[in-house]
């Protein structure tokens, strides 16, 4: 079992900065992939940005070159820093662990989620 605490959202205006943190409880996170999902509202969820254990990583085209995922395994901690941010990337920003990579294999997320964390874009 992994829990997870996101942090770091806010209100932030067009082309600014942020930094989403999740924190996990647990053991074992280094055998996790961990990764960014995103909800708007009327929108499903989409992946953001992930990070396998063995550092790979992957980001939906339309963050790449704004957004870098990043681990602290010894912090068991897992950031999202976001730049040049737009209206657009307005939504609830949730964390989600995958344990040895064993759902991403078939492109669906991890069985572990945390509870959201919302990043409002204003224009």
């Known amino acids: 079992q992994v829990q997870l605490v996101e942090s770091g959202g806010g209100l932030v205006q067009s082309g600014g900065s942020l930094r989403l943190s999740c924190a996990a409880s647990g053991r074992l996170f280094s055998l996790f992939l961990m990764g960014w999902y995103r909800q708007a509202p009327g929108k499903q969820r989409e992946l953001v940005a992930s990070?396998?254990?063995?550092?790979?990583?992957t980001y939906a085209d339309s963050v790449k070159g704004r957004f870098t995922i990043a681990r602290d395994n010894a912090a068991s901690t897992v950031y999202l820093q976001m730049n040049s941010l737009k209206p657009e990337d307005t939504a609830l920003y949730y964390c989600?662990?995958?344990?040895?990579?064993?759902?991403?294999?078939?492109?669906?997320?991890?069985?572990?989620w945390g509870q959201g964390t919302q990043v409002t874009v204003s224009s």
């Open positions: 989600n662990a995958d344990y040895l990579s064993r759902r991403s294999i078939s492109g669906a997320p991890g069985d572990y």
């Open positions: 990070m396998s254990n063995g550092g790979s990583t």
